[in-house]
């Protein structure tokens, strides 16, 4: 991970930060005039996609959970467990993120550079 300039104003960087953990922060910054600051829009595609990522892995755990006792089981036992790993890495990037610091989130990064470009 290398380092990148940090914005200058301490606001954006907040912002973007907590784009990660509430994924409504980053739809705002992708629909409005912050999109034309290029940290926010990189932050806030990453963040959307971020998002969008956790919420089809908990529809397919929905989906799975359906399947009588072994889905019960799967979804008791690994929707707590991905949950407290979605919070963990969303604080992880948002920090990453209010520091300035440059990181990359395996394929959702992908997703969001042609989105932000």
């Known amino acids: 991970m290398s380092t990148q300039p940090a914005p200058a104003d301490q606001s954006n960087r907040l912002l973007a930060a907590l784009a990660y953990p509430i994924w409504i922060i980053a739809l705002v910054i992708v629909l409005t005039d912050m999109k034309k600051d290029a940290f926010m829009r990189r932050h806030g595609w990453t963040a959307l996609f971020w998002g969008i990522a956790w919420f089809v892995l908990y529809v397919a755990l929905m989906i799975l959970g359906n ?28 920090v990453q993120t209010y520091n300035g610091k440059e990181f990359s989130i395996p394929i959702v990064s992908e997703y969001a550079k042609k989105y932000a470009a």
């Open 67 to 94: 399947i009588p006792f072994l889905g019960w089981i799967l979804f008791l036992v690994a929707g707590p467990i991905l949950w407290i790993v979605w919070l963990i890495l969303s604080i992880y990037y948002a």
